[in-house]
């Protein structure tokens, strides 16, 4: 579905608005999450949901810009402050929460860095699906999937 985030906590929901509380609200096994810029004061107290699973963050620029030290973030969350390119030059603007649950994977697509403003007074779009759970390692069944996950690898350097 696409749909606009909702602009202010203090306006009446609209059919064609999202919150990025109520899609990251549910019981989650893992996270991945990707964006420009990220307060980890906000993100956290946004999507508490997320707080209780594993996430793996890709920031485009450091998370809360060059504070080394992040206390807001739980020791299950692992920061990647900035995206692999394949080029020597140019930033990462991916901004989306890949979501794995028992049921499936929720994939959200959306426009807005990860920080107050840019989420409660800005216009933004968001795009969201559900996918079921596949059976084991079942090959790719659309090119979404296998361009998603050809993506992720790309920019994900685990800790050795």
């Known amino acids: 579905a696409f ?3 909702e602009c202010s906590l203090d306006a009446p929901s609209l059919p064609h ?3 990025l509380e109520d899609l990251t609200d549910g019981c989650w096994e893992a996270a991945l999450i990707g964006n420009y810029l990220i307060c980890s004061t906000w ?17 485009g620029s450091p998370v809360d810009g060059p504070v080394a030290n992040k206390p807001e973030l739980p020791a299950s969350w ?22 794995f649950a028992r049921r499936g994977v929720r ?11 840019d989420v409660r007074d800005m216009t933004q779009g968001i ?3 559900d996918f079921p759970r596949k059976a084991g390692s079942a ?12 993506f992720v690898r790309e920019i994900w350097t685990p800790d050795e």
């Open 139 to 150: 090959a790719p069944e659309c090119q979404f999937e296998s361009v998603l996950w050809q």
């Open 107 to 117: 994939v959200i697509v959306h426009t807005a860095n990860l920080h107050y403003h």
């Open 17 to 19: 608005t999202a919150t």
């Open 3 to 5: 749909k606009l985030l």
């Open 127 to 129: 795009w969201f699906q």
């Open 43 to 59: 993100l956290t107290s946004a999507c508490p949901a997320l707080l209780r699973c594993p996430v793996v963050i890709f920031a």
């Open 78 to 99: 692992h920061v990647q402050d900035t995206f692999k390119l394949p080029l020597p030059y140019g930033c990462a603007h991916a901004k989306f929460f890949v979501l």
